[in-house]
C-alpha cells in the first residue's frame, strides 16, 4: 500500500499517520521528494481500511498493490 500525501501535508500529519500504522504493526518507508511525500506500508495491508486514511489530515491518496498469488 502506498500513501500519498497532499503537496503541503503538515508534519504533524505526517507523524500522525506514521503513529497510526506502527501501532498496528506496520513497517513504513517514507520517501520525501520536492513536491511529495510518500509513505510506503509493509506488511499484510488486507486489515487496513483505505477509506479511514484517506480521511486523515494531510492525505490525498491511498493505492493498493495488487497481490500477485
Given at each position: 500500500?502506498?500513501?500519498?500525501?497532499?503537496?503541503?501535508?503538515?508534519?504533524?500529519?505526517?507523524?500522525?499517520?506514521?503513529?497510526?500504522?506502527?501501532?498496528?504493526?506496520?513497517?513504513?518507508?517514507?520517501?520525501?521528494?520536492?513536491?511529495?511525500?510518500?509513505i510506503g506500508v509493509i506488511g499484510d495491508t488486507d486489515t487496513l481500511n483505505d477509506?479511514?486514511?484517506?480521511?486523515?489530515?494531510?492525505?490525498?491518496?491511498?493505492?493498493?498493490?495488487?497481490?500477485?498469488?
Open positions: 500500500m502506498l500513501i500519498i500525501m497532499k503537496k503541503h501535508a503538515e508534519e504533524a500529519a505526517l507523524d500522525s499517520i506514521k503513529e497510526y500504522l506502527i501501532t498496528r504493526d506496520f513497517d513504513l518507508h517514507q520517501s520525501t521528494g520536492a513536491n511529495r511525500t510518500i477509506h479511514e486514511i484517506e480521511t486523515m489530515p494531510g492525505v490525498s491518496q491511498v493505492v493498493r498493490i495488487r497481490k500477485d498469488d
